[in-house]
């Protein structure tokens, strides 16, 4: 018998595992992640939105990080949320983020800026 012959339903068999397998806590439906009820893992996440700039300010980003924090809030993440954020207000956002991610068995950062 050939070895192609043998590893080919096998190798189907790990193509179909490979596809049923989905984030924990999470069920695939479509093209998207829908969250189980029963779900306990603790997620985390640090959203910045900076557009106040002296040379080019921006429209945007403080629109997209609210928009993404609430997005993320309804996923069941505790978001970190810091806008227009100075260098001391980032410094103690990712200073508060890396310590809640100790705890946690995900972690999302976001950036909208320059």
Do not use: C, W
Not at 15 to 37: C, E, F, M, W, Y
Not at 46 to 73: C, E, F, H, K
């Amino acid at each position: 018998m050939n070895p192609l012959e043998i590893a080919h339903p096998l190798f189907l068999s790990l193509l179909i595992s490979l596809s049923l397998i989905t984030l924990p806590g999470q069920l695939l439906a479509g093209d998207r992640a829908v969250k189980r009820n029963n779900s306990t893992e603790v997620r985390t996440a640090l959203v910045i939105g900076n557009a106040s700039y002296t040379i080019s300010p921006l429209a945007n980003p403080v629109n997209d990080a609210r928009d993404m924090a609430a997005m993320l809030r309804k996923l069941d993440f505790d978001v970190i949320v810091a806008t227009n954020a100075d260098k001391r207000a980032m410094k103690k956002a990712i200073t508060t983020f890396s310590r809640k991610l100790q705890k946690s068995e995900i972690g999302l950062f976001y950036y909208a800026g320059h």
